[in-house]
């Protein structure tokens, strides 16, 4: 990973472009129903790199009713949380969620990597998206 220099097509100029910045991300589709718990969807991760902090969307606005919230998402590295007790991708009173990663059991994933989301609880929401920012080590 390295710092690229590119022409920006508005000013002419020369600009420098972090490469070290990546994300990836899950989609749940409910098809119109609630998405049911558990295990969804596996991506594969390309590169080495650190977990900083994520952003959990839903095309509809969560009315969570107790405290654990409406919508609730976990990340599995072979069947085990990386987040643990930390603070897991929420919906309880907005259609979005969007924090640093805080108290997350691994932040460390390493290229080749399999994440699988899994939703622990979803009352109302027919379809999350759930994106996860790094930086590429």
């Given at each position: 990973?390295?710092?690229?220099?590119?022409?920006?097509?508005?000013?002419?100029?020369?600009?420098?472009v972090n490469d070290f910045q990546g994300s990836f991300?899950?989609?749940?589709?409910?098809?119109?129903?609630?998405?049911?718990?558990?295990?969804?969807?596996?991506?594969?991760?390309?590169?080495?790199?650190?977990?900083?902090?994520?952003y959990l969307h839903s095309i509809d606005a969560a009315?969570?009713?107790?405290?654990?919230?409406?919508?609730?998402?976990?990340?599995?590295?072979?069947?085990?949380?990386?987040?643990?007790?930390?603070?897991?991708?929420?919906?309880?009173?907005?259609?979005?969620?969007?924090?640093?990663?805080?108290?997350?059991?691994?932040?460390?994933?390493?290229?080749?990597?399999?994440?699988?989301?899994?939703?622990?609880?979803?009352?109302?929401?027919?379809?999350?998206?759930?994106?996860?920012?790094?930086?590429?080590?």
């Amino acid at each position: 990973m390295s710092l690229k220099y590119v022409i920006n097509p508005t000013t002419g100029n020369m600009d420098i472009v972090n490469d070290f910045q990546g994300s990836f991300g899950f989609t749940v589709d409910g098809q119109s129903l609630a998405i049911s718990p558990g295990n969804y969807t596996d991506v594969i991760i390309p590169y080495n790199c650190t977990i900083t902090n994520f952003y959990l969307h839903s095309i509809d606005a969560a009315t969570g009713v107790d405290v654990s919230g409406d919508c609730i998402i976990d990340i599995l590295r072979l069947g085990v949380s990386i987040i643990g007790t930390g603070n897991k991708p929420t919906l309880s009173s907005s259609s979005s969620d969007a924090q640093n990663v805080s108290g997350w059991t691994s932040v460390v994933v390493t290229k080749g990597d399999r994440l699988t989301l899994t939703v622990t609880s979803a009352a109302t929401c027919t379809k999350i998206i759930c994106s996860v920012f790094v930086t590429k080590n």
